[in-house]
């Protein structure tokens, strides 16, 4: 099974500041990776996936993300924070080949102060 | 994409009751799941809903204390039985079709007193 590790439990930064939350997994063959977004009293939202292809991937509300084999991470970054974007960020990772079932790190929590 | 209900949306429960979450998908998914959040923590997978079967149980949580039901592709409870104030948490509800990607419930924030 996968393992993910989010280094930073908080994040803050200041309102229209670039911002990159770290993510790394467990080594694997072949692996599927999710960012997902939890705002205060809400469910996750899926923010973007990696499944194969572009390493780079985009996804909503202007993040991105980057697969690098070679370091097993998958960073998320944005180049400029609004104070909307303050909340709980969770990387998750889930074998190719294997379950629907990812496994999700610690969560980060984005602030952004005006 | 699929749209998922929660209900109720937040508990306040005594403990040694029971209380049971609905969760409903606006459209057939494959699977189920539930999982736990505590404060300040990640998500921990309870089990997995299976359609017409007993559900798929993580290490650490047993069908007395969390029964499942699915009686078809939208709809799943989670019970939450004999509660203490151990099992405050968010409760999550999510499914997934066929692209690994999850969908996710709102949430049931349970207290227990």
């Known amino acids: 099974a996968q393992s993910v590790t989010q280094l930073d439990s908080q994040v803050p930064v200041f309102e229209e500041a670039p911002v990159e939350l770290r993510c790394n997994y467990s080594s694997s063959v072949s692996v599927y990776l999710f960012w997902y977004v939890q705002y205060p009293n809400q469910g996750l939202q899926l923010l973007l996936k990696y499944l194969s292809g572009s390493t780079l991937v985009k996804g909503i509300n202007g993040f991105e993300a980057e697969f690098n084999k070679s370091q097993t991470s998958f960073h998320l970054r944005k180049p400029s924070v609004h104070i909307s974007d303050t909340a709980e960020y969770f990387c998750?990772?889930?074998?190719?080949?294997?379950?629907?079932?990812?496994?999700f790190g610690r969560g980060t929590s984005l602030i952004v102060h005006p | 994409s699929a749209v998922i209900s929660q209900k109720p949306s937040r508990d306040i429960c005594q403990r040694g009751t029971s209380l049971t979450i609905q969760c409903q998908v606006d459209s057939q998914v494959t699977m189920m799941f539930w999982y736990r959040q505590q404060p300040g923590q990640s998500l921990t997978l309870i089990a997995t809903?299976?359609?017409?079967?007993?559900?798929?149980?993580e290490s650490g949580f047993v069908i007395d204390k969390f029964p499942i039901s699915r009686p078809n592709l939208t709809f799943s409870t989670l019970t939450v039985s004999n509660m203490s104030p151990e099992d405050s948490s968010i409760y999550l509800c999510s499914a997934a079709r066929d692209s690994y990607e999850q969908f996710f419930g709102p949430g049931t924030r349970l207290t227990v007193l």
């Open positions: 998750a990772a889930s074998s190719s080949g294997g379950s629907y079932i990812p496994t």
């Open positions: 809903a299976n359609q017409g079967s007993e559900a798929t149980y």
